[in-house]
């Protein structure tokens, strides 16, 4: 549509006394303030990345060294111990400068080098203090005079008011371990797991690896190291996630709810104002660096990288492998609603449109009472099916034409909306509301999503919203600070009127939203509809039960001085073992930000430990006294595994390069092989919430996030995602499939919350807790089982 507008922007007519040239002084006006916008945009953008450039310095500094320098040979002191002189002799035309302004120019270069010396010092040293892991070991609320010196220097290195990519450059890389300590903790993970004879048949494989093949895999290993920010990330990326050639709903994407017990408007087009206009924010300040880097324990910073492919990014099908779109300054997103695409542009007169105006642009969509073109109602499927007809269908039917027009706008859009007819949402009076909820978010009906975007923001008719995410360009927590910042601003800084709509005046004056034209011939609905349907028979497999523990939370579970994560780990593995009755291989995530590049490790939670601990609180025999030592042994245990794999000593991702070397080589490891082919019945995650602290959720309780989840992982599995929120709740999101007879999400929820009871209980002397029934299994209406 802003092509259109400025085509009209002049118009003439020839006529017989000559030509009449009429312009649109309205459209040169908008073009004069978009240059304007533009170049203010370029300014800050320099300006910002000169600083982030010179950090832990600033420019100004620059001036003082100048000064400082010029300052001390008017008073006859060389600070440069002749080196000024040396530049002096040796400066190129200098018959043509005089004495006085040779030794001014030899000084200011002389200040410039120390200058940029010092900043590099600087760097280096606050790329060595990040180094230093002994903080992450020490017993939470304890903190020694090392760690307590280690943080001040941090914090005098650092600066002040960083910018979100002044720490990239000092961040360290991502050690390699030793393939001894790797093997040794990898034999150690599956101890539980093994009998003795196929645990014996492990060691041997492991030896004969350690002996023959391992060293001069780890060689190549340590060069790439050495050459890469990170030895892991771009493998992972791409052998992970963009060469897998199945589905990537449901088996890659991930979900964002909305708040849990808030929706600050009811109104669906005025939602949609004020949380794009909040996105807008967020992209400009992601654009110009201005965002506050994380820090651990506020100090210690994390990397930035994935963040800057937030916006603007797409997925693109590939025949073998896909490849990561990632463009800059795109000033349009794409609507669906109801089967048409829809392109609306996000600025005006050099600046983003308003809460308002943007309401006014859905509301006309959600008036529009146009059909869909043959083909288009469905036509997103192609992203949810299999990969490879999805980039054959690309490459032979949107390569040319109006196709490739309205490909190239939906690919090159910030973000995808969805507009959905059917309202979601928690409510207390249904049953299984965020059931429905997290599988609309999810999957939705298999082609109301562009799931190669890297997210689509969802829009319910009830002012409720969500986000399905693309997993290869990130992680949940980078989406998930985006969203905090976005609910944040949407319900305390913008705000709507008393009748619900985005403050603000209408412009009525904006161009119509555009729909996009699509010719989609019968071969390649049939492409289309295939797609659909291997989607659909993904989605329907999907069995997905949202479970709120409110019975205690992050409070309690510190009082006991347990870590909350061990605390739910452990309850997770009391739950998966009366659950299936066997222990299995568990998976856990882990950030490794401390790190440049660093994505994820995984945490074993399945440890000997753990299956003693579970062991004894299903042997009646066994005290309380007993349950609870050995609760804190495996509590403990789990804390170290997950600070190993925080602080680049993990397993699996060393084993996981280590094999792709191997394949580079051509060299055979059945250890390696038979590592990577292990299935993970229990996949868990948790996310992170209060990343911006933007919200004080002890003054405003009811503004909490329902946090978000993933598909199973196993066929024969459960995908748990968790979110302790606030001091009095945790939220579970369990997923598993219905082909698989064995499980049961419902099911999986009530062994958690009876899980999470018993531990707590045993902390109780009085055992003064509340207990589910130990009733027998029944079976309810709808096919689910429960306690």
């Known amino acids: 549509m802003a092509e259109a507008h400025q085509a009209v922007g002049f118009q003439f007519t020839v006529r017989p006394d000559g030509v009449d040239l009429t312009l649109s002084q309205e459209v040169f006006r908008n073009i004069y303030l978009s240059a304007v916008t533009s170049w203010k945009k370029r300014a800050i953008q320099f300006k910002n990345g000169v600083l982030a450039g010179v950090y832990p310095a600033s420019p100004s500094s620059w001036l003082i060294a100048v000064i400082a320098v010029m300052s001390s040979l008017y008073i006859r002191v060389d600070p440069s111990l002749g080196m000024i002189d040396t530049i002096k002799d040796n400066l190129p035309q200098r018959e043509c400068m005089s004495v006085q302004s040779r030794a001014v120019l030899s000084a200011i270069l002389f200040a410039t ?11 280096y040293t606050l790329k060595a203090l990040p180094s230093y892991h002994g903080w992450i070991f020490e017993s939470h609320g304890k903190m020694s005079a090392s760690t307590k010196l280690w943080l001040s220097l941090v914090r005098m290195f650092s600066g002040r008011r960083p910018l979100l990519y002044s720490f990239q450059a000092s961040l360290p890389r991502l050690p390699v371990p030793s393939v001894d300590d790797t093997v040794h903790r990898y034999l150690e993970s599956v101890r539980p797991l093994l009998d003795s004879q196929q645990y014996n048949q492990m060691e041997i494989l492991a030896k004969d690896f350690q002996d023959s093949k391992a060293a001069r895999l780890q060689r190549y290993l340590i060069l790439k190291s050495w050459w890469a920010t990170n030895y892991v990330s771009d493998w992972w990326e791409e052998y992970i996630y963009l060469r897998g050639r199945s589905p990537i709903m449901v088996n890659s994407n991930f979900y964002i709810m909305d708040l849990l017990y808030v929706t600050p408007t009811h109104r669906q087009a005025a939602r949609v104002g004020n949380v794009v206009h909040a996105m807008l924010q967020y992209r400009r300040k992601l654009e110009r660096g201005e965002h506050a880097p994380l820090r651990a324990l506020g100090t210690v910073p994390m990397c930035s990288s994935q963040m800057e492919r937030m916006f603007n990014t797409t997925r693109i099908p590939g025949i073998e492998t896909d490849i990561v779109q990632h463009l800059t300054d795109r000033k349009h997103l794409v609507v669906y609603h109801k089967g048409r695409f829809f392109q609306v542009w996000l600025y005006t007169g050099g600046r983003h449109l308003l809460p308002s105006e943007l309401e006014t642009q859905i509301q006309r969509i959600l008036a529009d009472t146009s059909e869909p073109q043959p083909g288009e109602l469905k036509l997103a499927a192609l992203t949810a099916g299999k990969r490879v007809p999805w980039a054959r269908a690309r490459i032979k039917y949107f390569s040319q034409g109006v196709n490739r027009v309205s490909l190239d706008a939906v690919e090159s859009a910030a973000f995808f909306l969805s507009l959905d007819d059917e309202p979601q949402g928690y409510d207390p009076a249904k049953t299984n509301s965020l059931d429905s909820y997290a599988k609309s978010l999810l999957h939705g009906q298999c082609y109301d999503r562009w799931f190669d975007k890297s997210f689509t923001l969802i829009s319910y008719p009830n002012g409720k919203m969500g986000i399905n995410a693309e997993h290869s360009w990130a992680d949940a927590p980078i989406v998930g600070h985006m969203w905090e910042y976005v609910l944040a601003t949407d319900c305390f800084h913008l705000g709507y009127t008393e009748e619900g709509h985005c403050k603000g005046d209408v412009n009525k ?71 299936q009755g066997v222990f299995c291989l568990t998976y856990e995530s882990s950030m490794t930000r401390m790190f440049r590049d660093g994505r994820t490790e995984t945490v074993r939670s399945c440890t000997s430990e753990a299956v003693a601990f579970v062991r004894a609180m299903e042997d009646t025999g066994a005290t309380n006294a007993q349950r609870l030592a050995l609760f804190r042994k495996a509590a403990d245990k789990h804390q170290n595994m997950y600070r190993l794999a925080m602080t680049g000593a993990g397993i699996d991702r060393h084993l996981f390069c280590l094999y792709i070397v191997s394949k580079y080589i051509g060299i055979d490891s059945p250890f390696l092989k038979k590592v990577l082919s292990e299935p993970w019945k229990l996949s868990t995650s948790q996310t992170p919430q209060q990343q911006l602290n933007l919200v004080d959720i002890n003054k405003f309780p009811k503004y909490v996030g329902a946090g978000g989840g993933f598909g199973p992982v196993a066929d024969d599995g459960y995908g ?68």
């Open 509 to 579: 004056g904006l161009p119509y939203p555009t729909r996009l034209q699509w010719q989609i011939p019968k071969e390649c609905r049939d492409v289309i509809d295939a797609s659909y349907l291997s989607a659909k028979q993904i989605a329907d497999d999907v069995d997905f039960h949202g479970h709120l523990f409110s019975d205690f939370g992050k409070g309690l579970i510190k009082k006991c001085r347990t870590s909350p994560d061990a605390f739910i780990q452990m309850a997770l593995q009391l739950a998966q073992f009366r659950d």
């Open 720 to 787: 748990v995602s968790y979110i302790i929120v606030g001091e009095n709740l945790v939220t579970f999101h369990i997923s598993c499939k219905f082909s698989c007879p064995s499980t049961d999400s419902y099911r999986f929820g009530q062994h958690i919350q009876k899980a999470m009871l018993d531990i707590q209980g045993l902390f109780k002397p009085d055992n003064d807790k509340k207990m589910v029934d130990n009733g027998k299994i029944v079976q309810m209406e709808n096919g689910k089982k429960h306690l």
């Open 113 to 123: 080098g120390l200058w940029l010396f010092l900043i590099y010092l600087l760097r």
